[in-house]
């Protein structure tokens, strides 16, 4: 079977535009949410990603379909091609849409493969469908020359007159919604497009097959294939995705020691802190990132700072601990780690660090990517007691709570 798709993504998002108008929310800037730069459809984000792009991801894997011709207006060609770079689509091509639907897959139809002996058409505007579902209308088509993905329709239905009286209640036995994708012999969908005087305004594939005889078979499936044609249908597929998401929350504990000593500078939290000594160390023993350090590796399962920064290697040698910080974030980030926040506990003598403090949440914040309110920082003397009350070391203690989406 070798098929050319075709996603119809020509309109100009009419009813959609119109939606915005009402209540979506609205960020500062005043576009509403989600509807990056000139307000588009099929490149509003769904889960961070373009709406397009999603309805384009349910056929990736599918070795019959020998090539994608996307139809989209004019004024969004160069946007899709750069999307298509983007995601890495090297087989996809782009017209620029008609004036209906049927408009849009007729010009698409005349830039695909004739070889290609089946044609699938599939709305740019349904980001949902599974290639389960696709390959389920790719088995059904073989006795037929069209197949249509469907629901079956549940809600009762009124058939009126033009006074909008009831006629009747319209029995549902045998009623589907016609969704996309939907697949069509080559020939035969030609052959409408030649023969059918009203084939630009036809809705579907399927009515143009049906208009010149063809054999059109329903494939019904559940899952949810909604085509998107306002804001609000796209908060609900937002919502919907977000339902299927799974989050990991972890801690992890860190502790640190450092010996104070004449002749050295003493940074904490990231910050300088002006006084007589500082931590000895390898680096510049910036306790409190240290105690951050292993607790972000402790929450990730990454092992502990000794194992990553070694204090053999001279290209640590007096380094600024944020550096640390940094490498370590950046490589659980690869993971999809994110701090949610840090509370931690600073134990020391002197000097008193009351005054350093909100310097030293905003320092840490902005190294872990978190809001100041999200950064505690605790400190305690030890009352005189052992080496930290005698003014001979600094220890600090941190919990990190760390975040991952797994979808
Ligand atoms: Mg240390």
Same mark, same amino acid.
């Given at each position: 079977?070798?098929?050319?798709?075709?996603?119809?993504?020509?309109?100009?998002?009419?009813?959609?535009?119109? &939606?915005?108008?009402?209540?979506?929310? *609205?960020?500062?800037?005043?576009?509403? *949410?989600?509807?990056? =730069?000139?307000?588009? /459809?099929?490149?509003?984000?769904?889960? =961070?990603?373009?709406?397009?792009?999603?309805?384009?991801?349910?056929?990736?894997?599918?070795?019959?379909?020998?090539?994608?011709?996307?139809?989209?207006?004019? &004024?969004?060609?160069?946007?899709?091609?750069?999307?298509?770079?983007?995601?890495? +689509?090297?087989?996809?091509?782009?017209?620029?849409?008609?004036?209906?639907?049927?408009?849009?897959?007729?010009?698409?139809?005349?830039?695909? %493969?004739?070889?290609?002996? +089946?044609?699938?058409?599939?709305?740019?505007?349904?980001?949902?469908?599974?290639?389960?579902?696709?390959?389920?209308?790719?088995?059904?088509?073989?006795?037929?020359?069209?197949?249509?993905?469907?629901?079956?329709?549940?809600?009762?239905?009124?058939?009126?007159?033009?006074?909008?009286?009831?006629?009747?209640?319209?029995?549902?036995?045998?009623?589907?919604?016609?969704?996309?994708?939907?697949? !069509?012999?080559?020939?035969?969908?030609? @052959?409408?497009?030649?023969?059918?005087?009203?084939?630009?305004?036809?809705?579907?594939?399927?009515?143009?097959?049906?208009?010149?005889?063809?054999?059109?078979?329903?494939?019904?499936?559940?899952?949810?294939?909604?085509?998107?044609?306002?804001?609000?249908?796209? @908060?609900? !597929?937002?919502?919907?995705?977000?339902?299927?998401?799974?989050?990991?929350?972890?801690?992890?504990?860190?502790? %640190?020691?450092?010996?104070?000593?004449?002749?050295?500078?003493?940074?904490?939290?990231?910050?300088?802190?002006?006084?007589?000594?500082?931590?000895?160390?390898?680096?510049?023993?910036?306790?409190?990132?240290?105690?951050?350090?292993?607790?972000?590796?402790?929450?990730?399962?990454?092992? %502990?700072?000794?194992? +990553?920064? &070694? %204090?053999?290697?001279?290209?640590?040698?007096?380094?600024?601990?944020?550096?640390?910080?940094? /490498?370590?974030?950046?490589?659980?980030?690869?993971?999809? +780690?994110?701090?949610?926040?840090?509370?931690?506990?600073?134990?020391?003598?002197?000097?008193?660090?009351?005054?350093?403090?909100?310097?030293?949440?905003?320092?840490?914040?902005?190294?872990?990517?978190?809001?100041?309110?999200?950064? &505690?920082?605790?400190?305690?003397?030890?009352?005189?007691?052992?080496?930290?009350?005698?003014?001979?070391?600094?220890?600090?203690?941190?919990?990190?709570?760390? @975040?991952?989406?797994?979808?």
């Amino acid at each position: 079977m070798r098929i050319s798709l075709i996603v119809a993504a020509g309109g100009n998002g009419v009813r959609f535009r119109r &939606s915005l108008e009402g209540s979506a929310p *609205r960020s500062k800037r005043g576009a509403p *949410r989600g509807v990056p =730069g000139p307000l588009s /459809k099929i490149f509003s984000l769904l889960g =961070g990603k373009p709406l397009v792009a999603h309805a384009l991801a349910g056929f990736r894997r599918i070795p019959a379909i020998r090539e994608t011709v996307v139809a989209v207006p004019h &004024s969004h060609l160069a946007r899709l091609q750069g999307l298509a770079r983007r995601f890495g +689509w090297k087989d996809i091509r782009c017209v620029p849409g008609g004036r209906t639907r049927a408009e849009s897959v007729w010009r698409a139809l005349g830039e695909t %493969d004739p070889k290609n002996p +089946w044609i699938l058409v599939h709305d740019g505007a349904r980001p949902f469908v599974s290639p389960k579902s696709v390959g389920k209308l790719l088995r059904a088509v073989r006795n037929a020359e069209g197949a249509v993905l469907a629901r079956k329709v549940f809600p009762t239905l009124k058939e009126v007159d033009a006074s909008r009286r009831v006629k009747r209640t319209v029995d549902r036995t045998f009623l589907y919604e016609a969704q996309t994708p939907q697949i !069509a012999s080559r020939k035969w969908i030609a @052959r409408a497009y030649r023969e059918n005087p009203r084939a630009l305004e036809a809705t579907d594939e399927a009515s143009l097959l049906e208009s010149v005889g063809a054999r059109v078979k329903v494939v019904e499936h559940e899952a949810w294939n909604p085509k998107i044609t306002t804001f609000e249908d796209l @908060r609900l !597929a937002e919502a919907y995705l977000a339902s299927g998401r799974r989050e990991i929350l972890r801690t992890g504990f860190g502790r %640190d020691a450092h010996r104070l000593v004449r002749g050295r500078r003493f940074y904490l939290g990231g910050i300088r802190i002006p006084f007589s000594k500082g931590p000895l160390g390898h680096s510049d023993g910036d306790t409190l990132l240290h105690a951050v350090t292993d607790a972000i590796l402790g929450a990730t399962g990454k092992g %502990d700072i000794g194992e +990553w920064f &070694s %204090d053999r290697n001279p290209r640590y040698q007096n380094v600024r601990s944020g550096k640390l910080v940094a /490498k370590v974030l950046r490589e659980t980030a690869r993971d999809g +780690w994110r701090v949610e926040h840090v509370d931690t506990v600073i134990s020391l003598e002197r000097p008193k660090l009351g005054p350093y403090k909100k310097a030293m949440r905003k320092a840490l914040g902005a190294l872990l990517g978190v809001a100041p309110d999200a950064v &505690s920082i605790k400190a305690k003397t030890m009352e005189g007691l052992g080496p930290i009350g005698k003014g001979e070391a600094v220890v600090c203690e941190a919990l990190v709570a760390m @975040r991952k989406v797994v979808s």
